[in-house]
């Protein structure tokens, strides 16, 4: 007698059970499923960057590790995991500048290098810039960044500001909201 109730109960509460997997959730399970990216990681250690452009080389660069990220979708990448130091060359071929940052990424269909944490440039006049990020377009030939930007000059001036934009070379500026102290010499105005 206990085993047809048993059996008995189990039929009754079997179509109840039924009912609740509907078709929605299976369809929720395959799609969450079928999502995966999938992407190749090419790690190089030490690597030297070369950039040139017009037969002149106008940086070389050092990142102690490199991956090339391809995804399944979308485009490609090089991320610099360990940060990069790279000094710029003026057109005699001596170094007139430098960059160091603790993490960069290089998107290669932007031509857009982002450069992060603890970024740190140095030109050709002595200024020292500094942030925590900052953008070289490629193809536009400049920097910029929407963060806090802090400069050094060489004559001890001292400034920061936001909206922060310069030529590649670093040879002037321009940012927004910007404070500072300057250092100015006297003189006869013309």
Avoid: H
């Avoid at 085993?3 to 079997?14: C, I």
């Avoid at 934009?165 to 404070?179: C, H, I, L, R, V």
């Amino acid at each position: 007698m206990k085993l047809s109730a048993v059996l008995y109960g189990l039929f009754l509460v079997l179509p109840i059970f039924l009912a609740s997997c509907g078709d929605d959730d299976l369809k929720n399970a395959s799609s969450v499923s079928i999502n995966k990216t999938i992407l190749s990681r090419d790690r190089t250690i030490g690597v030297d960057i070369t950039y040139s452009d017009s037969a002149r080389v106008k940086a070389k660069g050092y990142a102690p590790i490199m991956d090339k990220v391809t995804p399944a979708n979308g485009s490609s990448y090089q991320e610099m995991v360990k940060g990069v130091n790279i000094d710029f060359y003026n057109p005699n071929g001596t170094i007139d500048g430098n960059l160091v940052c603790d993490y960069a990424i290089r998107k290669d269909a932007e031509l857009k290098t982002e450069f992060r944490k603890n970024v740190v440039v140095k030109n050709s006049k002595g200024d020292t810039f500094s942030s925590q990020e900052l953008i070289w377009d490629e193809s536009k030939k400049y920097f910029y960044s929407s963060q806090r930007v802090y400069v050094k000059g060489a004559d001890g001036s001292i400034g920061e500001g936001i909206n922060f934009k310069a030529p590649q070379d670093f040879s002037t500026y321009e940012m927004d909201s910007g404070n500072g102290e300057l250092n100015m010499k006297e003189g006869v105005a013309p």
